[in-house]
């Protein structure tokens, strides 16, 4: 059963009202007929399975039959802060950590990112996003995690501020471990600090200590900067049981 995401306002009564590129995916793309099955969800925390009732040009009307509660979203609220890397590394970086359960995905320039966006980058947020939403209809996520605009590191910093922990995996630490760090943690929400190819500067680092970000170890192994992001999020998951 083929699931899409709707903003809530399209969902009245027993009724819900599905336009735009999901009614197109509908119609051309997946063909479906009246009486068909189609699972919906709005972010409230709930799925809705509904029976195609109409179908027009442009519009697909479906009656509710069925409800529960989405259990794929984790208790904790991970947000990637990633070091924009080149080609279509991004894309990757994207699909993987949201079918893994991330929250939030924010991009971001550090010293040594090397990639031009050269005034595309609505473009590319608009490409990420999509990819985001695909990645959460594969996994049948609950929401459909965001992938914020492109900011400076410093911007970055002080946005995590808001998180309960916040982590940075650096090389030349070789002690703090997450399981370490997870073992004492209370809180709702963690940043993750990932950086592009060449890795963050010592300056970065120091800042990030500075601001209460941890230094942690991934393993004796240097990882991909899109390797790296999914990987800190399996073993934070999996530490935390959710």
């Not at 009724?15 to 009246?34: P, Q, S, T």
């Not at 799925?47 to 509710?64: G, L, P």
């Not at 929400?189 to 990932?194: H, L, M, N, P, Q």
Request: hydrophobic share 40%; aromatic share 6%.
């Amino acid at each position: 059963m083929s699931k899409f995401f709707i903003s809530s306002d399209l969902i009245k009564d027993d009724k819900v009202f599905i336009d735009g590129e999901n009614a197109n995916h509908i119609i051309n793309a997946l063909r479906c007929k009246i009486g068909e099955k189609i699972e919906v969800s709005s972010g409230d925390g709930y799925d809705y399975v509904c029976k195609i009732e109409e179908i027009s040009k442009n519009i697909v009307v479906a009656k509710i039959i069925d409800f529960f509660s989405n259990e794929s979203e984790p208790d904790i609220k991970i947000t990637l802060y990633q070091g924009l890397p080149k080609s279509e590394k991004m894309e990757l970086i994207i699909q993987k950590c949201v079918e893994l359960g991330v929250d939030e995905i924010v991009p971001v320039v550090t010293d040594r990112v090397i990639v031009k966006l050269s005034g595309k980058e609505d473009k590319k947020i608009t490409r990420w996003n999509k990819i985001s939403e695909a990645a959460a209809k594969q996994s049948r996520r609950g929401k459909i995690p965001t992938v914020q605009p492109i900011i400076s590191f410093n911007d970055a910093i002080k946005q995590a501020s808001k998180n309960n922990l916040n982590i940075i995996p650096y090389e030349k630490e070789q002690k703090n471990g997450i399981k370490n760090i997870i073992n004492t943690f209370k809180g709702k929400s963690i940043g993750v600090f990932i950086g592009p190819e060449g890795g963050f500067s010592e300056k970065e680092i120091e800042i990030a200590i500075k601001n209460d970000i941890t230094p942690i170890t991934l393993g004796k192994r240097i990882l991909r900067t899109e390797t790296a992001g999914f990987i800190t999020t399996a073993i934070l998951l999996y530490e935390l049981e959710v």
